[in-house]
């Protein structure tokens, strides 16, 4: 793995949270919400995406008690919690490694984290960081966290790796973005930074 990138080349890296930090499972999303809406889930969710709701939720252009109203004028008997529920489904863990390896990397890069993700998910991730580790936040393991919703843009504007650049006044020559999705490296790419795909979760195990 190292091979494939001099980190001596490196001074920051900017992590995603899904699928990179935290595994996802973003099928038993499509499942608890399949049970939910039944035969209409197509449907449902072709007229959610043609609104853009899912897009303005993660950039917070939309609140949450506006995000469930939508999913419930699509289907009224369904309860705000049990959508939630379904919502959250996605999100698995922090695995302790990762910790480890937040830790290891934290002693020769600066470390920022970028996602693309809702105030739901968001808590739900707090929630369990506070369970898990007895801390508010992913604060302690970064330098900054950007999350979408709280700026008003996502991945891969480039306008969003802009910002965190610019932010921290960061040399993004020498700046590696981490992503499990091989769109979102386009924005990063536009900005100067460095990029690594990762398209397995167990492969930054041994990364640094």
């Known amino acids: ?77 369904a309860s705000k919690e049990e959508l939630k529920n379904a919502w959250n489904a996605m999100l698995l863990d922090i695995p302790e490694s990762r910790y480890t390896l937040l830790q290891n990397a934290k002693k020769s890069f600066k470390l920022f984290c970028l996602s693309n993700t809702n105030e739901t998910h968001i808590s739900f991730i707090n929630n369990m960081l506070e369970e898990t580790k007895g801390v508010p936040n992913l604060d302690r393991y970064f330098e900054k966290v950007y999350l979408s919703h709280e700026m008003g843009m996502r991945k891969p504007d480039v306008e969003i790796f802009e910002k965190v650049i610019d932010d921290n006044e960061l040399n993004p020559k020498r700046t590696l973005f981490i992503d499990d999705t091989l769109g979102h490296l386009e924005g990063a790419k536009k900005a100067g930074i460095q990029v690594f795909h990762l398209p397995s979760f167990q492969l930054l195990a041994n990364f640094f």
């Open 1 to 77: 793995m190292k091979s494939t990138l001099n980190l001596s080349d490196i001074d920051n890296v900017i992590f995603d949270l899904g699928n990179v930090i935290i595994r996802l499972d973003i099928e038993a999303t499509t499942r608890a919400f399949k049970a939910i809406f039944g035969s209409d889930y197509d449907t449902i969710m072709h007229d959610l995406e043609a609104n853009d709701i899912f897009n303005q939720y993660e950039k917070g252009q939309i609140s949450s008690e506006k995000f469930y109203a939508e999913l419930n004028q699509r289907k009224a008997a």
